[in-house]
């Protein structure tokens, strides 16, 4: 579903370095050896977000990508498999990446060492560039979006998806773990802060994309993921919180109480200004 978004004004524009008020996650601890498994998707939903993506890019192929925040590969071979590529695969943590290369490999995709404000390509270099739950990671969130609009085309496309502060889905897994709610709001941008970051950096804001995402699978071995912690939420909270979390869970698994319910996903859609940034 597409949410019609207005325009803002100049003085709506929010101009803090990062919309993160908590602090980074180090994926080269521990993130990285349960990730793809913990935070695996099935070939069907793969699909269903790459209609979604090919939904609001240009019908014409090959197009070059970005998958900035690749994390382990989990949807830059389809990117390269759907849109033509090459697709590049930035990556700042090292073991993330290393996964990727091991793990999700296509003869148009390349895993790249870099990071939102330094990427190593050359100007003007892709027809789009997703972030997939990764823009709220970037330390220096303005000069993600220079760096960002120096390497996407005049007229591509930035696919954001991401959660926002205001619009918080509620994952099956959220009442056992009750803080997670206030820990989002805090690590995410609203949509007016994402929205005035990339329109002050040449960005126009085309749509917001509500989509409603199925659960998926068998309970127990969702729980079984949810318990490699590849949930950057985890991250910021305590053992003791996570422990009383999981112990309910298992309490409400075994009682036949867990329910299973759908979430909903935000994808924010922006359009490379022609002439920003040279």
Do not use: C
């Not at 579903?1 to 180090?26: C, K």
């Not at 939903?45 to 994390?71: C, E, N, T």
């Not at 100007?123 to 120096?150: C, G, K």
């Amino acid at each position: 579903m597409s949410i019609y978004v207005q325009p803002q004004s100049r003085h709506q524009l929010v101009m803090e370095t990062s919309t993160n008020a908590l602090g980074p996650v180090d994926y080269d601890t521990a993130q990285h050896a349960g990730y793809a498994r913990g935070r695996a998707l099935s070939a069907a939903a793969i699909q269903h977000y790459m209609q979604v993506f090919a939904d609001r890019l240009p019908s014409r192929r090959p197009l070059v990508g970005v998958d900035l925040g690749a994390g382990v590969g989990r949807f830059t071979p389809a990117l390269a498999e759907t849109f033509g590529g090459p697709v590049y695969g930035v990556e700042p943590s090292g073991r993330m990446r290393a996964v990727a290369e091991a793990e999700a490999t296509h003869p148009r995709v390349r895993y790249l060492a870099g990071e939102g404000a330094r990427m190593p390509l050359p100007d003007a270099q892709a027809d789009f560039l997703l972030m997939f739950l990764s823009f709220h990671h970037f330390p220096d969130q303005r000069a993600a979006v220079t760096e960002i609009a120096r390497v996407v085309k005049p007229g591509g496309r930035v696919l954001l998806r991401s959660t926002f502060k205001e619009r918080v889905p509620n994952h099956w897994w959220r009442a056992y773990f009750p803080r997670s709610q206030a820990v989002e709001e805090a690590m995410f941008p609203s949509v007016a802060e994402a929205r005035a970051l990339f329109e002050a950096g040449g960005f126009t804001t085309v749509e917001l994309v509500e989509q409603e995402i199925p659960f998926e699978g068998d309970l127990a071995e969702a729980v079984a993921r949810l318990k490699l912690r590849a949930v950057s939420v985890f991250e910021h909270m305590t053992e003791a919180e996570l422990q009383e979390g999981f112990e309910a869970l298992d309490a409400a698994l075994a009682a036949g109480t867990l329910e299973p319910r759908p979430t909903t996903g935000d994808v924010l859609v922006f359009s490379r200004a022609s002439g920003a940034f040279g």
